[in-house]
Structures are given as structure tokens and as C-alpha cells.
């Protein structure tokens, strides 16, 4: 069963996405009970992926989301006007891609001179420098930044291999799973989107649960889907085979 605070997180998750998305759910179909019950499922995911592989250790795990998976912290920059959508031309994306590889070098450089190591320094050095160029990644695009809008838009996450090929397409992919920790990157990754990452060691930057969820989900989650779907084919129904096959 799922604890009291998964349900009210997977039921205020639901909400907001109802606010956020309603109108497109429900053209769908989609009402906000369905969302729930989605959002419990993933959680009833979780347990029976936890319970199905607690023999795991945690050199097991750690292994795992530090030569299989890419943890790492990155800002998402649009190659299209944000007041007509317009998609940017081709001389303007170069002139931002230049500039995000502009922003780059300076990260390096700055890591190079810092007297402070570590993941935390790291960070605190690639944020400064993405408030200094990030202006310049916008100017082509006739677009001001606002360096104080960074604080929300600097994600995290730990991703899959095929998960970020399958997200970011084979050449964006190979080229953020070739950084070492610490290292930085300017990649586009689709006709409307640019991206600058960098690479983290997962062990710094996640609790031991965050990072056994993770790494379960992306490990393990095609084998449970395959151990479930054995299971319901061997139980018993009265479902007509020949309607079925129509």
C-alpha cells in the first residue's frame, strides 16, 4: 500500500498538472482522477521494483549510476522567438551555439583558476558563468536574459544512456557521456532547443535513496514490466481468444 505522503504527493502532482494542462488532458479524455491514479501507480512501480531487487548493494547500484547512467546539471536555451515562435535561422543558431561554446570555455577557465574543488564548487563556478553569458547566448536571437531567472531554470537529473540518446538524439548524447565530471558542454539536441550541460558525479549530488530510485527505474523497470506481463498471460480468464486475436 502507498504511505499517506506518497498519495498526497502523487494527488498534488495531479493538480498541478491539471492546472498547468487540463484543457489538453481533457480533450483527450483525460480527467484528473486518471492523472492520480497514474501518479499512484508509478509509486506502486517503485515498491515492488524495491522489493523485487533488495538484494542489490550499494557498490551494486553505485556502479551502476556512475558508468550507465549521466548525472549532471544543465540550462535549456530556445532556438526560437518566445513572442512569435518563429523558429531562429540557421546564422542566428550558430551565432548562439558559438556563444554557448563561448560560455564554456570561460566555465573551464574558471574551473582552472578556482582554489576550491569538488562538486559544490563546481556548481557555484558553472552558475556564475551561465549569469555572465547567457545574455550573449540570447543576444542573436534579439532576446534579453535575465540572469536572475537562472535559480529556476537550472535543472538536474540523472539520466539513462538510452534514455538521453532516445531524448537528446545519438550525437547530443555522445557528446555529454564523453565529459568527465566536472567538464561542461554546449550541445544542440533538436531544431528548437540548445542545451548547456555539466557532468556530476551522481554520488555527490544525490541522497542514497534518490539515487536507488533512479537507478532501479532505469535498471530494472523493463524486467518488472516483462515478470508482470508473464504473470498476468498465466492467469486464469474467460476472456474469447478469437475476439481477442480480432
Known amino acids: 500500500p502507498l504511505t499517506r505522503e506518497e498519495k498526497k504527493e502523487a494527488e498534488r502532482y495531479a493538480a498541478e498538472m491539471w492546472q498547468y494542462y487540463g484543457g489538453l488532458y481533457g480533450s483527450y479524455g483525460i480527467d484528473q482522477k486518471t492523472l492520480e491514479a497514474y501518479q499512484y501507480n508509478y509509486y506502486k512501480t517503485l515498491h515492488l521494483l524495491a522489493a523485487d531487487n533488495a538484494g542489490l548493494t550499494e557498490a551494486e547500484l553505485n556502479d551502476y549510476a556512475q558508468n550507465k547512467m549521466v548525472y549532471g546539471h544543465y ?18 543558431v550558430d551565432a548562439m551555439l558559438a556563444a554557448g ?9 574558471k574551473r582552472m583558476l578556482s582554489s576550491q574543488a569538488g562538486a559544490e564548487a ?6 556564475a558563468v551561465l549569469k555572465e553569458q547567457l545574455p550573449a547566448v540570447y543576444a542573436p536571437l534579439g532576446e534579453e536574459y535575465d540572469p536572475s531567472e537562472l535559480e529556476n531554470e537550472l535543472g538536474a537529473d540523472l539520466f539513462g544512456l538510452e534514455e538521453m540518446e532516445s531524448s537528446f538524439g545519438e550525437e547530443a ?18 531544431s528548437y532547443a540548445m542545451m548547456l550541460f555539466m557532468r ?28 508482470l506481463e508473464k504473470t498476468g498471460d498465466a492467469l486464469e480468464n474467460a476472456l474469447d481468444a478469437e475476439a481477442i486475436a480480432k
Open 75 to 92: 540550462v535549456t536555451v530556445p532556438l526560437y522567438s518566445s513572442e512569435t515562435y518563429e523558429t531562429a535561422d540557421e546564422d542566428t
Open 101 to 109: 561554446e563561448a560560455a564554456v570555455k570561460a566555465y573551464g577557465e
Open 122 to 127: 563546481e556548481l557555484a563556478d558553472f552558475t
Open 173 to 190: 548524447a555522445k557528446t555529454l557521456q564523453a565529459l568527465n565530471n566536472g567538464e561542461a558542454a554546449c550541445v544542440k539536441y533538436s
Open 200 to 227: 556530476a558525479d551522481p554520488l555527490e549530488a544525490s541522497t542514497p535513496d534518490e539515487l536507488r530510485t533512479a537507478v532501479l527505474i532505469d535498471w530494472k523497470s523493463e524486467e518488472l514490466a516483462e515478470n
